[in-house]
């Protein structure tokens, strides 16, 4: 089954491309591998959530996981766009998060397998990847996540 089949079957599309917040491009294509800027959970041009995860009144974990979800769709539109489109790519190699979290808060890990599950969801066998789950103190625009995702595609 096609990656876009796949993705069809999750009863979810490629989001648009967000526009660059800042100097720099969605995704970049370099030989055989796309790497993307770090993509935010925008939906129609707004942030799902805005917050700390785990702080007091902050992003439950949960709605963090979902943030995830978006953001990793967020991150195949761009790798997809650089790619020639999602069917091009032919492994998920690395996909880096980053949640902005309280002090005490340690499940970066359990957010980000949201994204991995997508990633395996869309991909299958191809979706494994590299990870890292890194806490931060901030995201730009308040974001509880950002993804970078980098994926091979065809030559």
Known sequence: MSHSARLAATGLTLPELASPVGSYVPA?????????????????GALQATGIVGADGGVAPELAAECARTAVLNAIAAAASAAGGIDAITQVVKVTGFIASA????????????????????????GRHAR????????????????????AVKS
């Open 103 to 126: 002090p005490d808060f340690g499940g970066q890990p359990a957010v980000m397998n949201a994204a991995s599950d997508l990633l395996a969801e869309i991909f299958g066998e191809a």
């Open 132 to 151: 890292s789950a890194v806490g931060v103190a901030a995201l730009p625009l308040g974001a509880p996540v950002e993804i970078e995702l980098t994926v």
């Open 28 to 44: 970049l294509r370099y030989g055989d591998l796309v790497t993307t800027s770090g993509q935010l959970p925008f939906v129609d």
